[in-house]
């Protein structure tokens, strides 16, 4: 069995109520058995239990956090008992939503309380799927009338979408859905990139690759919703067509290993598959390293822009360019660079800028 759990976020009335019933239907079809974690805050305050009838706002938060954590474990041990092929659990917003709810220093006191860090926060999850609030694009539909734990005006619930995206921002399959199109067009949308995600009919990714100025880290290190982290790649012995790497990561003071699966399909399209390593593990396959490549180090900066994920790669040797990448579920689809960018020119063909021909120059 596989079980996969995503999370649906996005801002007040940006129509995560209506998804659920297309999620249900769209992926039962498909084979899967689909399983819901219903939205902690929602079932609080319905009940009596809000920040303003518990004695703090912080209070209230570890307590929400602790009943979010406890219900999706709960329903992974439900799941593992299943008899199902393919099993998706839906979570109704993740913990990292109520980071939005609180300041930097409850925040990280919640995290203190329940034992964890925010980069384990985020990695409890497989993908994130932000539906954005109707309050940016659509206001005459935004409502509080299907919901009765909401309260936000159309402004607040815009500033609460910018800082859903800002806080989900670091997670490495964050997807935004904004309102470009009509309501069914945007569930369609949402449907097409899990199904992208997952793998049906199979997981296609289709990248794009920029050379581009050496960026201003200083606005980058503004940007609420950029992420900072120093990775080290080392490439295993390949077996059969598919090529294997190893990865560390480290953002602040966590430090992640991951192993990476990657079958090219052409030059810009591929299938990729990622697990968690435990450090043990890394350290036991480093002894496989391809003696015939390079170690590969970079800083990585990871931000959204007008609901578009980029991945910007700085490397050490170069101190004039960078290189830029995004993610696409269909080639058409345009990109939306952040402005401070200066764009040199694509190179998701060019040999020059592939990731081994970039390691013989370390």
């Known amino acids: 069995m596989k079980i996969t759990k995503i999370v649906i976020t996005g801002g007040p009335s940006g129509g995560k109520t209506t998804a659920m019933s297309w999620v249900q239907n769209a992926f039962t079809k498909l084979g899967y058995t689909v399983l819901f974690v219903p939205e902690t805050a929602t079932e609080f305050i319905t009940g009596g239990v809000a920040p303003w009838t518990c004695g703090t706002n912080l209070e209230y938060q570890k307590v929400q956090m602790r009943l979010q954590l406890e219900?999706?474990?709960?329903?992974?041990?439900?799941a593992r008992t299943m008899k199902a092929d393919k099993l998706l659990i839906v979570c109704d917003r993740g913990?990292?939503?109520?980071?939005?709810?609180?300041?930097?220093?409850?925040?990280?006191?919640?995290?203190?309380?329940?034992?964890?860090?925010?980069?384990?926060?985020?990695?409890?999850?497989?993908?994130?799927?932000h539906l954005v609030t109707a309050a940016k694009g659509l206001p005459q539909f935004y409502t509080l009338e299907n919901n009765k734990a909401r309260y936000e005006s159309i402004e607040q619930a815009a500033d609460v979408d910018d800082r859903l995206i800002a806080a989900w921002s670091g997670h490495k399959h964050l997807r935004v859905i904004d309102n470009a199109t009509d309501f069914n067009s945007k569930l369609r949308r949402l449907i097409a990139e899990m199904r992208a995600f997952l793998g049906e009919p199979q997981p296609r990714e289709i990248q794009r690759k920029f050379l581009i100025a050496y960026p201003d880290l200083d606005w980058l290190e503004s940007l609420p919703e950029a992420t900072k982290?120093?990775?080290?790649?080392?490439?295993?012995?390949?077996?059969?067509?598919?090529?294997?790497?190893?990865?560390?990561?480290?953002?602040?003071?966590?430090?992640?290993?991951f192993k990476t699966y990657n079958h090219p399909l052409d030059d810009s399209t591929r299938?990729?598959?990622?697990?968690?390593?435990?450090?043990?593990?890394?350290?036991?396959?480093?002894?496989?390293?391809?003696?015939?490549?390079?170690?590969?180090?970079?800083?990585?900066?990871?931000?959204?822009?007008?609901?578009?994920?980029?991945?910007?790669?700085?490397?050490?040797?170069?101190?004039?360019?960078?290189?830029?990448?995004?993610?696409?579920?269909?080639?058409?689809?345009?990109?939306?660079?952040p402005g401070h960018l200066g764009i040199?020119?694509?190179?998701?063909?060019?040999?020059?800028?592939?990731?081994?021909?970039i390691a013989e120059q370390m």
């Open 229 to 257: 982290m120093e990775i080290v790649q080392t490439d295993l012995i390949s077996r059969e067509d598919v090529a294997l790497r190893i990865h560390q990561r480290a953002e602040g003071d966590s430090v992640f290993y």
């Open 344 to 357: 040199i020119r694509e190179v998701t063909e060019d040999a020059a800028y592939t990731r081994s021909a």
């Open 71 to 78: 219900k999706e474990r709960l329903f992974e041990q439900a």
């Open 271 to 337: 299938v990729e598959v990622e697990e968690r390593l435990s450090k043990r593990e890394y350290q036991d396959l480093l002894q496989e390293a391809d003696p015939n490549k390079k170690q590969v180090r970079k800083t990585r900066y990871r931000l959204t822009h007008e609901g578009q994920y980029f991945e910007i790669d700085l490397y050490p040797m170069w101190d004039d360019k960078a290189i830029l990448e995004t993610e696409l579920s269909e080639e058409d689809t345009p990109i939306h660079f």
């Open 95 to 129: 913990a990292i939503d109520n980071k939005v709810y609180m300041t930097d220093e409850d925040f990280a006191q919640v995290l203190e309380d329940v034992g964890c860090s925010e980069r384990e926060l985020l990695d409890r999850y497989d993908a994130v799927f």
